[in-house]
């Protein structure tokens, strides 16, 4: 909410444009865009402000905006540009889902304008792996520690906070955090701080960029993990190349707050006919995507399923699209459990997991096939 009411503060008098994105377009509307109406209202300057909900514009009485992007759709980044000056400000909100080079890219948008007036790009997120490039380019060249809150020079202010000044967390969220025993959740979701993974399950995946093989894969594989309020409908689309044991992943979907009628929607318009293997924990909404024309079937599952689907796939080698965010961050965090003394036990942390999970389901067939045979 802090920035949400400092974008429009600054929209409103300080003369600047901002342009604000997630990764995925369809998040907007229900998340950021949402926090910054509360914020006009929050200041009653609701005359002050025309709202575009179909365009997902902003726009204040003295010409300067907020516009709204996903950085899924780069034709519609490129064309972007407010009515009065310049884009002086991006917003990238949860940005650990972004790739690095969208990112530069996105910055280099910011040139123009008027000099007096300094550029800014803001992110907001929640840390997760040392490993990720927002670490690399920001943290560790400040020599960031973890007992830091703040951090400031010519080019760059860093502001940490975690649950404490959170105060909109419930008393059971609350509870859940402070008493969260895993090492590497309670640094990071705990105490806010950059993690680091010792027992991670997946160490045999590598990203690369697939956006021009989209046409030769042909032997699809595709999953799908329900999820609605606090867990995300996670819908992997892969292709396998059963000679080579390789697994590409050139699609996802991962979003809260799908009804299985927006949810089928949405997975037609990136696989239609396509068979997609469903978490059968889940038999009514197989029906209703079913009744909406998804070609949808529940998964087999049975017993230690989960185990001998993470050893299979311990044997492929997958290959994840680079604009495939959240199945590398998932894959990043999915880790063995540990007892008290740091030992690795063969059980895996049930977090992070829902591409995951949507994966195993979608080879499934593959993995009976290699059982029966071995």
């Keep these: 909410m802090f920035l949400s009411k400092r974008c429009v503060r600054d929209v409103k008098h300080g003369n600047r444009n901002y342009l604000v994105c997630r990764q995925v377009g369809r998040t907007i ?20 402000f025309t709202i575009n909900q179909t365009d997902l514009v902003i726009t204040c009485k003295n010409g300067y905006q907020i516009l709204f992007s996903g950085l899924d ?11 009065k000056g310049v884009i002086t400000d991006i917003w990238l909100e949860e940005a650990t889902e972004m790739d690095r080079n969208t990112v530069k890219d996105l910055y280099k948008r910011q040139r123009g304008g008027d000099e007096a007036i300094p550029k800014r790009m803001i992110m907001s997120f929640n840390p997760i792996l ?16 973890d007992g830091q809150t703040s951090y400031e020079d010519d080019d760059l202010v860093i502001l940490k906070t975690w649950y404490i000044h959170n105060r909109f967390l419930t008393p059971d969220d609350v509870r859940d955090l402070e008493n969260e025993t895993d090492p590497y ?8 701080n950059w993690g680091v993974l010792g027992a991670v399950i997946f160490k045999n995946w590598k990203v690369d960029d697939l956006s021009g093989m989209r046409d030769q894969f042909t032997n699809r594989r595709v999953g799908l993990d329900f999820g609605f309020a606090s867990d995300p409908a996670a819908l992997v689309v892969s292709h396998y190349d059963r000679m080579r044991k390789k697994i590409y992943v050139f699609d996802e979907l991962y979003e809260l707050g799908l009804t299985n009628d927006v949810l089928a929607g949405n997975v037609k318009e990136k696989i239609y006919e396509d068979i997609i293997t469903c978490d059968s924990a889940e038999p009514k909404s197989i029906v209703e995507l079913q009744r909406y024309g ?20 311990q044997q492929q080698e997958i290959i994840i ?25 063969p059980v895996p942390v049930d977090k992070n997991n829902h591409l ?14 290699a059982w029966l045979i071995s």
Aim: aromatic share 14%; hydrophobic share 30%.
């Design 294 to 313: 998804v070609n949808a079937r529940g998964a087999s599952k049975g017993k230690d399923s989960v185990l001998h689907g993470i050893q299979w796939l």
């Design 130 to 145: 040392q490993t990720h490039w927002i670490y690399e380019d920001y943290f560790k060249t400040r020599a960031w520690a």
């Design 356 to 369: 995951i999970d949507a994966l195993r389901y979608a080879y499934e067939q593959d993995m009976e096939g």
């Design 321 to 345: 699209d680079a604009g495939c965010i959240n199945t590398r961050n998932e894959l990043s965090q999915y880790k063995w459990k540990e007892d008290a003394g740091g030992n690795v036990m």
């Design 29 to 48: 509307r229900k998340s950021v865009f949402n926090e910054i109406k509360k914020a006009i209202s929050y200041f009653g300057w609701n005359n002050d």
């Design 73 to 83: 759709d780069s034709e519609k980044i490129k064309s972007i540009t407010p009515e």
């Design 185 to 192: 959740y309670h640094n990071v979701y705990t105490l806010g």
